[in-house]
C-alpha cells in the first residue's frame, strides 16, 4: 500500500491560505494573511529535508488562492485572487508590481483556477475566479479590465457565495466549461463554447471543492467535497437527459473536506484533506460498462466505486490546501491553519 510521509515541515507566522508547486523547480509558493491584515506571498525551496525561504513579499490585502494554470513554462507568472476581490498576475522574478491586476469582484475572491497554460492542452490560456459576490467569471490576460465570460445569479434569484471554481473539457481551441460550487450545495456546469448552463445540481451541503481529473481532456471525472464529510464523484462522460450525470459519494468524516486534488501521473488517484487534519488517499475503479441504455433508450452513465489506498492524520487543525507535484511523481505540499506547511512524499504510486 502506498505510504503518505512527511519529508519536511516549516512553521508560518501568519494564516495560511493555499499553497502551489512552481512547475519545473523544487520551489513552492504559500500564501495567506499576516496578523496585521495585509497580505504575504513566500517562496520556498525544497533543499534535503527542509524548506527554505527565498523571499517574502508583502501585499495590501490578504491572499486567498492562486494559480499557474493559465501561464507559459518559460514566465510562470502566478495568478492569485485576494480579499479586496481583485485578480492579480505576479512576475516572481519582479513582484514589486502585478503585471495584470484588475479589481474583478465587489467581494473576496474564494476560488481561483487557470488553463491553456504550462503547455497542456489547448485554447487561449484563461483565468477563473468565483467569489463572495455571487458571481464567476473567466478572464484572459492578454485583454483588459473587462472579464470574457460573467455568470451570475439570473434576476430574482439569490446571490450564492461561490466557494470553488474549476476548468474542465479544454480539449481543443473551441470547448471549454467551468465548473462552480456554492455554500448551498449547488453545482454547476457552464459551457464556455455556447454561453449557457449545461447542467445543475445540488449536493445539499455546502460545496468546498471541486475538480476535474483532467482539464484538457474530453470530461471524464468531477470530484465535488462537501461540508460534511462527504464526496461525490460523478462521471461526466455520459450526460442523461434528465438524470444527468452518474456518480458515486463516500462519507469519510464529521469534519469538512476542504480539498481535492488529482495526482498528476495518474487521474484515476486522488487526495482529499481534511477538517480533521487529515488526508485520504484514494483510487477510482471503472464499472466494466461505464454507460447503458434507460428504459426510454437514452444513454446514462453508470458511476464506478472507490477505494481508499491509504490515509493519515497530521494536524490537528484543518488541511486547506493541497497541492501535487507536477514534475515528481508522489510529492505533494499541504498547508494548515495550525500555520505549517507541510512536504509529503506519497510513496508505491505505480503499484496501484
Not at 77 to 94: S, V
Not at 99 to 122: A, F, P, Q, T, W
Not at 331 to 341: H, P
Request: positive net charge.
Amino acid at each position: 500500500r502506498p505510504q503518505v510521509v512527511s519529508h519536511a515541515q516549516q512553521a508560518l507566522n501568519y494564516t495560511l491560505f493555499d499553497c502551489k508547486w512552481v512547475p519545473r523547480s523544487a520551489r513552492l509558493l504559500c500564501l495567506g494573511s499576516a496578523a496585521r491584515g495585509s497580505g504575504l506571498l513566500q517562496l520556498y525551496e525544497l533543499r534535503g529535508g527542509r524548506l527554505a525561504l527565498l523571499r517574502e513579499i508583502e501585499k495590501a490585502k490578504p491572499l486567498k488562492c492562486g494559480t499557474f494554470g493559465a501561464t507559459s513554462l518559460q514566465q510562470r507568472y502566478f495568478a492569485t485572487g485576494d480579499f479586496g476581490g481583485n485578480l492579480n498576475i505576479w512576475n516572481l522574478e519582479a513582484p514589486e508590481i502585478p503585471v495584470y491586476s484588475v479589481k474583478g469582484h465587489k467581494e473576496i475572491i474564494n476560488s481561483i483556477d487557470g488553463v491553456g497554460g504550462l503547455g497542456i492542452g489547448e485554447g487561449a490560456p484563461e483565468i477563473v475566479t468565483g467569489s463572495r459576490d455571487g458571481t464567476v467569471k473567466v478572464w484572459d490576460p492578454r485583454q483588459k479590465d473587462t472579464p470574457v465570460a460573467n455568470m451570475e445569479p439570473v434576476q430574482g434569484e439569490s446571490k450564492r457565495d461561490c466557494w470553488t471554481v474549476a476548468f474542465g473539457n479544454a480539449y481543443n481551441q473551441e470547448e471549454r466549461v467551468v465548473c462552480a460550487g456554492y455554500d448551498n450545495g449547488d453545482i454547476k456546469l457552464f459551457d464556455l463554447k455556447t454561453m449557457s448552463l449545461r447542467w445543475e445540481t445540488n449536493i445539499k451541503n455546502g460545496v468546498c471543492s471541486v475538480e476535474f481529473d483532467r482539464k484538457d481532456v474530453n470530461m471524464n471525472k468531477l470530484v465535488a467535497t462537501s461540508l460534511e464529510g462527504k464526496f461525490h464523484v460523478f462521471d461526466m462522460r455520459t450526460q442523461h437527459p434528465t438524470k444527468g450525470f452518474a456518480s458515486v459519494s463516500e462519507k469519510v468524516q464529521k469534519s469538512t473536506i476542504w480539498q481535492v486534488r488529482h495526482l498528476p501521473q495518474n487521474r484515476d488517484i486522488f487526495m482529499t484533506s481534511g477538517g480533521a487534519g487529515s488526508l485520504h488517499l484514494w483510487k477510482y475503479e471503472y464499472p466494466s460498462q461505464r454507460s447503458k441504455k434507460d428504459s426510454e433508450g437514452a444513454e446514462m452513465g453508470v458511476a464506478g466505486s472507490l477505494s481508499l489506498l491509504q490515509n493519515v492524520t497530521l494536524s490537528t487543525q484543518p488541511i486547506s490546501s493541497l497541492d501535487w507535484s507536477p514534475d515528481k511523481k508522489g510529492l505533494c505540499v499541504c498547508g494548515a491553519f495550525d500555520q505549517t506547511v507541510r512536504v509529503l512524499i506519497v510513496t508505491k504510486l505505480n503499484k496501484v
